[in-house]
C-alpha cells in the first residue's frame, strides 16, 4: 500500500507537448508511471511520446479513464486547467507550474473542492509512490521502497529528506511536496490522516517552513490523532523577519509563523523535532529504531 | 511589491475611496508650489518610503505655514528614516506628499489581506486606529474585527454590517458611508491582484466622513504580468540593488550580516543550509536561490553577488539535482573560477541528478580553493571550519 497513487494509476498531462510537460512526462515514463494521454487544446488526434493527445480533459478522460492530471500549464493557465480538470471528474490534479496568481489559485482551489477534486501544489514537486508511480519533477532515482511517509513544503528538502531517509536503510512509501504558495491543496492534515490509515507507513517525517499556520495545525491534528511517530523539520529558523525566502508564503507577519512557534507546537504535540535538516535521517532511524 | 503611499492613493482614487488632496514633490521647491496649489491653512509633510511608522520616525510633520511647507521639505528630503520596520540602516528619503490638513475626529484602522486558513480575502477592521496593528492583535484581539468574504459572492451588504457593529458605529448615515469605503476597497483590493491593503489611520472628520488619511498596498507578484499600470508605479531605488541585479539573472538572493556564503538550489534547501550553518556555529552571509534552471552563467553570476559582501570568509555550494543538473553547476563553478576572483575556500556539496559527472568535473579541473563534501552536514561543518580559518 501506500497513498494518493501506485502502479495502476492512470495519469495525463495537462501541457503534455510543452518543453516542460514533455521532458518530465517522459522521465515519469521511465519511472514506471502509466502516463496514458495528454490533453493540448488543438493538438487532439496526434500522437505524443507513443501516447495520444486530447483537445480537452473531457475528452482524455472519457477515452483514457486516467483519474489523476499532472499539469504543466503557463502559469496565467493553471486556474483555468485546474478547473478543467474537476469539472472533467479527475480526481487528484498535480500542479507543478510555478508563480500561478493566488487570487486565480483561490478560485480554482474552492471549484476542486466542490467538485470533490484533490489538488497537490501549485508550485510543487508533485508527489512519488517508490518505485511504482511518479507524478512530478522529482529525481526518481533516490525514492528507495519503504515505510516512512513524507510531506514537505519545499521541493529540495523532499530530496533531501527522502535521501538521508533511505541511507539509513528505511526508504519511503509515498512522497508529497505541497509547495510552497498561500494557497495549496492537500496539507499537512489530511495527508497525515492519509499515512495513518496506510499500513505500510510506519513513520511519517514532516517539513515545514516559516510563514502561514498550517504546520501549527498539523501539531493540533497530530497530538489529537496520530499515533505513528513523526519527525519534523521548520526551515527558516536564521531567516530574518518580514523578509521574503523565494516562496510567497514564507513572510513571517508579527509574531505568528515563526519556525521557532511551530517547532514548539509540534514538540508539544510529540513529534521529534530536528534544528538541521542533517539530522532528519538519524532521527528516523531513532524514532523507528532497527527494523 | 509594494508601493509608495501616493501611489496607493491615486488607486484608491480611481475607484472613489475617499483620500486627501496631495501632490508628491522631489524638491523643497515643488513642495512651496504644491502647498500653494492645494491652498488652506495647514499642510502635511510626508516621507514617501516603503516601510510603516514614518510618523514616529521623524518623517511625517505638520506645517502651518507655505514656508514651513518648504522648510520641513528640505529637512525631510535626503533624511535616512529609521522606523520600525526599515531596519537599523533606515531608507533614504527621496519624495514628499504634500497633502491638505484633515480635521480628525476619530480615527480607525481598516485593512484586507488573504486569509490563508480561510482561503479568502479578509477585511480587518479596528476602533484603534494609528497603532500598529500588530500590538493591537497582541494586546487587545477583541479590537480587531474579521469579516472574511468569499469572492464567489463577493462584497454583500451582511459582511458591511458586520463591521459597522462591530467597530460600535450607530449613525446610520455614518453606517452608510463606511461601509460604501469597505465595499470599494474590496473591490480595488480583489481587481488589481493586492496582497495587502492597510489604511492606518482612516479617519472619520467631524462631519461624519470616511478618509483614508494613509494607504498601503502590497501586490501578488505574480499576477503583475496581468496590471502594467502597477508594475509602471515599481520604485527600484526602494528595492536592494544586489537584490534586483540576482533577480534579473533568475536567482533570487537575500543579504544577511554573517561570514558564510550560501548557494543553494530551492528555497527550502537554502533556509535549511542557513539553519545548518547556524547549527554547527556558523553564521549565513545569504539566502541564495539559483532556482530550476541554473547553469553556468547563472552560478557565476552568484559567486559575484556573494563576493561583493567583504564579510564572506567562505562559501558553501549546496546542491540537490532534480530539475537541475549536478553537471552543469560543475562547470558553472570552474566557469565562475575563470571570470570571477574566488579568494575564499569553497565547500562543494552535489547531490541526485548527475552527481558523479560533476564529482568527475570537478576532481579533473582541481582548483585549490575548491572542498569536496560528501553530504549537508559534512559541507556546513566545513564551511564553518574554513570560516573561522582552520
Not at chain 1, 519545499?154 to 519511503?172: D, R, W
Not at chain 1, 528516523?284 to 532497527?290: A, D
Not at chain 2, 486627501?20 to 500653494?36: D, K, S, V, W
Not at chain 2, 480635521?103 to 480561510?118: F, P, Q, S, T
Request: net charge negative; charged share 20%.
Amino acid at each position: 500500500m501506500s497513498i494518493l497513487v501506485n502502479k495502476d494509476t492512470k495519469v495525463i498531462v495537462q501541457g503534455f507537448t510543452g518543453k516542460e510537460g514533455s521532458f518530465h512526462a517522459e522521465q515519469c515514463m521511465a519511472y514506471g508511471t502509466k502516463i496514458v494521454g495528454g490533453v493540448t487544446p488543438n493538438k487532439g488526434g496526434q500522437e505524443h511520446l507513443g501516447q495520444p493527445v486530447f483537445n480537452t480533459v473531457r475528452e482524455a478522460v472519457e477515452n483514457t479513464g486516467a483519474t489523476v492530471s499532472m499539469i504543466f500549464v503557463p502559469p496565467a493557465f493553471v486556474a483555468d486547467a485546474v478547473m478543467e480538470a474537476a469539472a472533467a471528474g479527475i480526481t487528484l490534479a498535480v500542479v507543478i507550474t510555478e508563480g500561478a496568481p493566488v487570487r486565480d489559485m483561490q478560485a480554482a482551489k474552492a471549484f476542486a473542492v466542490k467538485n470533490g477534486m484533490m489538488t497537490i501544489g501549485p508550485n510543487c514537486p508533485g508527489v512519488i509512490t517508490a518505485e511504482e508511480c511518479k507524478i512530478g519533477i522529482m529525481p526518481g532515482s533516490i525514492f528507495k521502497k519503504g515505510h516512512v511517509g513524507l510531506i514537505s513544503k519545499s521541493g529540495t528538502l523532499t530530496y533531501e529528506g527522502a535521501n538521508q531517509v533511505c541511507n539509513e536503510g528505511f526508504g519511503i512509501t509515498t512522497a508529497v511536496g505541497i509547495g510552497g504558495d498561500p494557497i495549496i491543496g492537500l496539507s499537512y492534515k489530511q495527508l497525515l490522516k492519509m499515512f495513518e490509515e496506510d499500513d505500510e507507513t510506519h513513520a511519517i517525517v514532516m517539513i515545514g517552513e516559516i510563514g502561514g499556520d498550517l504546520e501549527i495545525q498539523a501539531a493540533h491534528y497530530i497530538k489529537e490523532n496520530i499515533t505513528k511517530p513523526v519527525v519534523a523539520f521548520i526551515a527558516g529558523q536564521t531567516a530574518p523577519a518580514g523578509k521574503r525566502m523565494g516562496h510567497a508564503g514564507a513572510i513571517i507577519s508579527g509574531s505568528a509563523g515563526t519556525a521557532k512557534e511551530k517547532m514548539d507546537a509540534l514538540e508539544a504535540a510529540g513529534v521529534k523535532v530536528v534544528v538541521s535538516p542533517a539530522e532528519i535521517g538519524k532521527a528516523v532511524s531513532e524514532v523507528l529504531g532497527k527494523e | 511589491m509594494n508601493i509608495h503611499e501616493y501611489q496607493a492613493k491615486q488607486i484608491f482614487a480611481k475607484y472613489g475611496v475617499p483620500t486627501p488632496r496631495g501632490m508628491i514633490a522631489n524638491t523643497p521647491a515643488q513642495a512651496l508650489t504644491n502647498a500653494q496649489e492645494l491652498g488652506g491653512s495647514v499642510w502635511v509633510v510626508k516621507a514617501q518610503i516603503h516601510a510603516g511608522g514614518r510618523g514616529l520616525g521623524g518623517g511625517v510633520k505638520l506645517a502651518r505655514s507655505i514656508e514651513e511647507v518648504k522648510t520641513l521639505a528640505s529637512e525631510i528630503l535626503g533624511m535616512t528614516l529609521v522606523t520600525h520596520q526599515t531596519g537599523p540602516e533606515g531608507k533614504l528619503v527621496q519624495k514628499v506628499y504634500i497633502e491638505e490638513g484633515a480635521d480628525i475626529a476619530d480615527e480607525l484602522y481598516l485593512g484586507v489581506v488573504l486569509d490563508r486558513a480561510k482561503e479568502m480575502p479578509v477585511i480587518m477592521a479596528s476602533t484603534e486606529g494609528g497603532m500598529a496593528i500588530e500590538d493591537v492583535a497582541h494586546n487587545t484581539p477583541e479590537k480587531i474585527i474579521k469579516v472574511p468574504v468569499d469572492p464567489s459572492i463577493g462584497f454583500q451588504g451582511f459582511h458591511g454590517r458586520e463591521l459597522v457593529y462591530g467597530l460600535g458605529i450607530t449613525d446610520k448615515d455614518e453606517q452608510k458611508k463606511l461601509i460604501n469605503f469597505a465595499s470599494k476597497l474590496y473591490k480595488l483590493y480583489m481587481e488589481n491582484d493586492a496582497e495587502m491593503i492597510e489604511i492606518n489611520p482612516l479617519i472619520k472628520t467631524a462631519s461624519g466622513d470616511f478618509i483614508a488619511l494613509d494607504g498601503k498596498m502590497g501586490f501578488d507578484d505574480s499576477a503583475l504580468g496581468r496590471h502594467p499600470d502597477i508594475e509602471d508605479m515599481r520604485d527600484i531605488s526602494e528595492e536592494d540593488a544586489d537584490e534586483r541585479e540576482a533577480s534579473r539573472h533568475g536567482l533570487s538572493y537575500i543579504a544577511l550580516d554573517g561570514e558564510i556564503g550560501c548557494m543553494v538550489n530551492g528555497a527550502g534547501l537554502a533556509m535549511g543550509t542557513m539553519d545548518t550553518i547556524n547549527y554547527m556555529g556558523g553564521t549565513p552571509a545569504n539566502f541564495l536561490d539559483v532556482g530550476g534552471s541554473a547553469n553556468a552563467q547563472t552560478v557565476a553570476k552568484g559567486f559575484e553577488i556573494i563576493l561583493k559582501n567583504p564579510n564572506v570568509k567562505a562559501i558553501f555550494v549546496n546542491i540537490f539535482g532534480g530539475i537541475v543538473r549536478c553537471d552543469r553547476i560543475a562547470n558553472g563553478i570552474l566557469e565562475a573560477t575563470k571570470l570571477v576572483d574566488v579568494h575564499v575556500p569553497v565547500i562543494v556539496r552535489l547531490d541526485g541528478t548527475n552527481a558523479a559527472e560533476a564529482s568527475v568535473i570537478l576532481k579533473n579541473a582541481n582548483i585549490p580553493n575548491v572542498i569536496a563534501a560528501t553530504d549537508l552536514g559534512d559541507g556546513a561543518a566545513k564551511a564553518v571550519h574554513a570560516a573561522k580559518g582552520e
